[in-house]
């Protein structure tokens, strides 16, 4: 029995401790968002954020997770109070069978925690790992750029609100 | 004979009684065909599945359900279907579209070849006119009124005295129930207030916040997890599995086998995964050396026996030619490479069997199942869930096949099926390697006088249908043979998919050489034969055009008599900034392509520009910029998606995408060993411009891009460096060698 911290919320796991982290969240947990693609390390559709940076959930095993802290797509927002990478996918149409955008939206969401203003070739850069194979990727590009623009209003918001 | 039968819709609705519908169940067969009869053919699938109330319910407090028996594989329809339905009246929210399910919606074939939206899309659209019309009727009845005095709005009918008749209260009895007509009274498209509109998708939200969204995200209570142990090759045979080690491990519920069928089911996911690496080492094969050479595909495919037949034969002997030249050709083997590998849920209760699955023909794949079940089709019901995107006939319904034949040796026990990525990529049939040869001579006027095209391939469709056309019944122990594979008829055939060209020639030749035998297993991926014959057409008009000394566009437009085709070349040219022989900077081409997909759905002309490294042979698309017409355009935003979508996915495909394999196994099995598009291929932009034709039919266009996109690139590529590449892939290798010799 280990405990993983996901979205915040503390998990007695009863698994292996080999197991990737990609079947403890869909299988034990019963969440959807990162998605088998290889088990290989090669898609990115499983990726997810641990302590702050994108990580492939296929191949990381339990063991090396003690005490860290695991976000998936499902700790960002939801449909009624969606994350603005979450409003930026869907105001951008970004997807077609959708099936990568999870791991899509994880790591321009790392990319973003650690530069809130990224270059089109640092986003082009940081999503490399990631397959996409419907060719949805002019529409990932955009809906990165407008998600920094949303956090970045957000950020201002916040800012005015707390009088900064 | 005491088979148990899955309850059609009617006879659940019946029996509930928790349902309430006020539309007559009495005879409303989810797949109740067509009577034979004459007259003008009724639009879209209303003429196999006529009933009005196979398309359309409307239950008494006005919720709406459209019924199609399409899958929605990521094209977006589902939202395209659910705005259809405008023609009704009703606001977009009041529309609940239920997608492929042998127990509720028609029987529409497979969701293939860019159908959906002529036949799904036309039969909803038809189907939601003349309902309309109905409720008139009766309200113009109940009113005592002229049905011409009554308008109908926000899913009411309206008189005008301000009387209102909502549909729920106006919809009755068997009202529904009746056959369509061939006419219908179609809205005023300058009226349409959805149809026409970038609607934002419905699958969309859940998609992005982790929702249940995929048949890989099925959760049913109890639901154990199989994983199968594959041959390592084709025809291998199992000599001996002592699995005894595996059954100790945890959580492993049970070892399937039948024959050269091996999988294991365990209670936890990755139990199973475990478990299957253990059984897979224990399992001794006996394999056979029998693929072809990959690297001599031009002479294995071209020597393999074949069925030859002259598709287009136009002759005019006042016509003939000065300059001749002649060019050859090759498509390797290519794979769907869908993200998520395939996968399906079934579950056996009581004889009946309900598989959940992401096939894209629910009817067929059933029949399939049914037949190596040895089960009656009726005892058998294939629901559609949502999978990774397939881009045609991948592993969806072999894993279903598995699903089910592993759920019948643990009845009541629900079993999730997941494929693993080398699974996926050895195991998928895939799109077919071709061989075109091209001949063609002009006259003195820079005109094409004689066309010669013949295309040597096997059939794009290995579909369901047959149980041995499925993995599983292949390697049980009592098999199914693969049947005898068929060309796919013209208009819009298979290999021969637009393998005759939209120009107009005065002489041309066209040969289809079927091939029946199929050395690697393969089937139905996105485009059919027209990804190949487009390129190979479009490249050679390049080629005439050089040798005519004439701009590739100029050129094409001296052949092409069809005007909505002129008017997406001209807009392609116009929105790419084409002009006649400009030069690029050094490094760089400028290309051109155009082609009607199967001669009869979208139109398509994509301009690009690519720029090639010489020392790397590397070639990277800068940008391309389409257009297409699609007909009536029901929501712009999809179609664009679409088109986008096209372009990269066949640029990949284009520059970098064949199946290797040995002399007996498939080598390339994942991401490593079949390279596709990543984001340091990805184009500085693409531009999508729709000619829309409001009140047209519509046309498909979810192929449209794959052939055009794939010639486009070529044609920049020798436009770049002065070299012809006629074998695809356009790798970076035979690009650095061309340019090099």
């Given at each position: 029995?280990m ?5 915040g919320q503390?998990?007695?796991i ?8 990609l079947y403890?969240?869909?299988d034990?947990l ?10 290989l390390?090669?898609c990115g ?17 339990l063991?090396l ?5 695991v ?16 409003r930026?996918?869907?105001e ?8 990568c ?50 956090m ?13 | 004979?005491n ?33 034979a ?43 395209a ?16 579209v ?28 038809n189907a ?5 019309e ?7 009845k109940?009113l005592?009124?002229?049905g ?21 209260e106006?919809v009755?009895?068997?009202?529904l ?8 009274k ?5 009226t ?21 969204a ?5 959760r049913?209570?109890?639901m ?12 291998a ?6 699995s ?15 024959g050269?069928?091996?999988a ?7 139990q199973?995964?475990?478990a ?10 006996k394999?056979?050396?029998n693929?072809?050479?990959q ?8 020597s ?6 002259t ?10 030619g000065?300059?001749t030249?002649?060019?050859?050709y090759?498509?390797?083997?290519q ?21 959940w ?13 049914a037949?190596?079940l ?13 999978g990774?995107g ?15 034949l592993?759920?019948?040796?643990l009845?009541?026990r ?8 080398e699974?996926?990529?050895a195991?998928e049939?895939f ?14 006027d ?16 290995m579909?369901?249908?047959n ?10 122990a009592?098999a199914?043979a693969?049947?005898?594979p068929?060309p796919?008829?013209?208009?819009e055939?298979?290999?021969d ?11 041309a030749r066209?040969?289809?050489?079927f ?5 690697l ?13 487009v ?7 390049d ?15 001296r ?25 690029p ?20 002309a994509?301009a ?10 590397r ?23 679409q088109i ?17 394999f ?32 409001p009140?047209q039919?519509f ?6 891009g ?8 070529a044609?920049a ?7 012809r ?11 650095k ?5």
């Amino acid at each position: 029995m280990m405990t993983l911290k996901v979205n915040g919320q503390e998990n007695h796991i009863d698994a292996d401790p080999d197991t990737p982290l990609l079947y403890v969240l869909r299988d034990d947990l019963k969440l959807n968002a990162a998605k088998f693609g290889c088990g290989l390390g090669q898609c990115g559709s499983c990726t997810v954020i641990v302590d702050g940076k994108a990580v492939l959930s296929c191949v990381t095993p339990l063991v090396l997770l003690e005490g860290k802290q695991v976000t998936t797509l499902e700790g960002l927002g939801t449909v009624s109070a969606p994350a603005p990478i979450q409003r930026a996918f869907m105001e951008e149409q970004a997807a077609q069978c959708g099936y990568c955008i999870a791991g899509m939206m994880m790591r321009a969401q790392a990319l973003l925690l650690r530069n809130p203003k990224p270059t089109d070739a640092q986003i082009r850069a940081e999503l490399q790992p990631n397959l996409c194979r419907c060719g949805t990727h002019m529409r990932i590009l955009r809906a990165v750029h407008r998600a920094a623009r949303l956090m970045d209003t957000a950020d201002a918001s916040v800012n005015e609100r707390s009088g900064q | 004979m005491n088979a148990p039968v899955i309850l059609d819709r009617r006879r659940v609705l019946q029996g509930g009684g928790a349902l309430i519908v006020s539309f007559s169940l009495g005879r409303a067969f989810a797949e109740e065909g067509a009577p034979a009869a004459a007259g003008p053919k009724r639009p879209g699938s209303l003429a196999t599945a006529p009933y009005l109330d196979s398309w359309l319910r409307i239950d008494s407090d006005g919720r709406i359900t459209a019924f199609t028996g399409k899958a929605e594989l990521g094209q977006g329809f589902k939202t395209a279907f659910q705005q259809i339905a405008e023609q009704l009246d009703v606001p977009f929210k009041a529309i609940h579209v239920v997608t492929a399910d042998t127990q509720l919606t028609a029987n529409e074939g497979y969701t293939a070849g860019s159908h959906s939206m002529q036949d799904s899309g036309a039969a909803i659209l038809n189907a939601a006119a003349q309902v309309r019309e109905l409720l008139i009727a009766e309200a113009a009845k109940r009113l005592d009124l002229a049905g011409e005095s009554l308008k109908t709005d926000n899913g009411a009918v309206a008189a005008p005295d301000g009387r209102r008749l909502t549909y729920g209260e106006l919809v009755a009895a068997d009202m529904l129930h009746v056959q369509a007509q061939p006419q219908s009274k179609l809205k005023d498209p300058a009226t349409f207030k959805i149809i026409g509109h970038p609607v934002p998708r419905v699958d969309i939200p859940a998609k992005v916040t982790g929702g249940e969204a995929y048949v890989q995200d099925m959760r049913l209570p109890d639901m154990a997890h199989a994983r199968v142990v594959r041959p390592p090759s084709y025809g291998a045979q199992l000599v001996e599995c002592d699995s005894s080690a595996v059954e100790k491990l945890p959580g492993v519920v049970k070892i399937v086998r039948d024959g050269n069928f091996l999988a294991v089911v365990a209670d936890k996911e990755f139990q199973a995964v475990k478990a299957m690496n253990t059984l897979a080492a224990a399992a001794k094969w006996k394999e056979s050396p029998n693929l072809p050479k990959q690297n001599d595909l031009l002479n294995v495919l071209t020597s393999l026996p074949s069925q030859d037949s002259t598709i287009l034969n136009r002759s005019d002997p006042s016509v003939s030619g000065q300059k001749t030249v002649e060019a050859t050709y090759t498509r390797s083997y290519q794979s769907h490479g869908s993200i998520g590998p395939s996968c399906a849920v079934a579950h056996f209760v009581e004889g009946a069997m309900t598989v959940w699955t992401h096939t894209q023909g629910v009817y067929p794949d059933r029949q399939a199942i049914a037949e190596m079940l040895r089960m009656q089709p009726a005892s058998v019901r294939l629901i559609h869930v949502e999978g990774s995107g397939c881009y045609g006939h991948n592993g969806a319904d072999d894993v279903a096949a598995d699903a089910a034949l592993i759920a019948r040796a643990l009845p009541g026990r629900p079993v999730r099926v997941q494929w693993m990525r080398e699974q996926e990529h050895a195991w998928e049939p895939f799109g077919p390697a071709m061989v075109t040869k091209l001949k063609a001579s002009l006259d003195a006027d820079g005109r094409i006088a004689d066309w010669n095209f013949a295309v040597w391939s096997n059939t794009h469709s290995m579909r369901p249908g047959n149980a041995g056309t499925l993995l599983a019944a292949q390697h049980m122990a009592q098999a199914f043979a693969v049947p005898q594979p068929k060309p796919l008829p013209l208009p819009e055939g298979g290999g021969d998919r637009n393998a005759i060209p939209l120009y107009t020639f005065a002489n041309a030749r066209v040969v289809h050489h079927f091939i029946p035998a199929m050395p690697l297993r393969i089937s139905a991926m996105r485009g059919l034969g027209a990804y190949h014959n487009v390129f190979s057409i479009e490249s050679f008009m390049d080629e005439l055009a050089g040798l005519a000394d004439a701009d590739p566009i100029e050129f094409r437009l001296r052949h092409l008599e069809d005007q909505r085709g002129r008017d997406v070349i001209e807009k392609a040219a116009q929105e790419f900034g084409w002009k006649r022989y400009q030069k690029p900077q050094a490094g760089r081409g400028y290309g051109f392509a155009f082609a009607r997909y199967k001669n009869l759905a979208a139109y398509c002309a994509i301009a690009s520009e690519v720029e090639v490294n010489r020392e790397t042979g590397r070639a990277q698309l800068l940008r391309a910029v389409a257009a297409v017409d699609s007909g009536q355009v029901v929501n712009p935003d999809g179609l664009t998606n679409q088109i986008e979508g096209a372009i990269m996915q066949s640029m990949s495909w284009t520059l970098y995408e064949s199946v290797s394999f040995d002399d007996t196994r498939i080598t390339s099995i994942d991401w490593q060993t079949y390279p596709i598009l990543r984001f340091d291929a990805v184009p500085d932009r693409i531009n999508v411009h729709i000619i829309n034709r409001p009140g047209q039919p519509f046309l498909g266009s979810g192929e449209t891009g794959q052939g055009p996109a794939a010639a486009s690139i070529a044609n920049a590529i020798a436009h770049a460096t002065g070299k012809r590449l006629r074998d695809l892939p356009l790798t970076r290798k035979r690009i650095k060698d061309a340019i090099d010799a």
